[in-house]
């Protein structure tokens, strides 16, 4: 079905919040995962929620090498949690070794950063995640802390403000 690329990595494209899960079936398989994580913050505590939350480059997507031989490509693809594997041109879309690597080299030195989305204060946002996912929200402004934000949220009538991790907000749709 899909051929061998001894120095080349496949992309998967995950379900949400599925990504690591899937490392661990794509490795029980017998395949090399890769899911590029952002460092936790400097002042992070271990035991925070937010330090537990993944922190992913590219969320949705899982990066895998094939080993010569492999032909359970059934249980891959039927995976819970996979959508598909991403094709180019009639074949699987191959990144080369340098890539990664590189990738890997840069979120070890630490010169891969997240950028911080440019939201300004009355700016129409969505919340993703949390007790509040799916509420629409107004961008009110950035708190002290680097990850943390206020949003204007409609309750009952009226406008509360809430605070939320900036992670947890993006642009809405449309």
Partial sequence: MIG?????????????????????????????????????????????????????????YVFFKVPAGFTDWTAVLWGAGVRRILWQDGAPALIDDVFIEHLKNRLAAGTLVRDRPAFRAGQPVLIERGPLAAVDAIFDKHLDARSRVQVLVEMMGRRVRVQVDLGDLRQPAG
Avoid: D, I
């Fill in 4 to 60: 061998v690329w001894p120095r080349h990595w496949l992309v998967l494209q995950a379900a949400p919040q599925r990504e690591l899960p899937l490392v661990k079936l794509l490795t029980a398989r017998g395949l090399n995962p890769y899911v590029p994580q952002f460092p936790l913050p400097r002042r992070a505590r271990p035991e925070s929620v937010r330090s537990s939350r993944p922190r992913l480059v590219f969320p949705g």
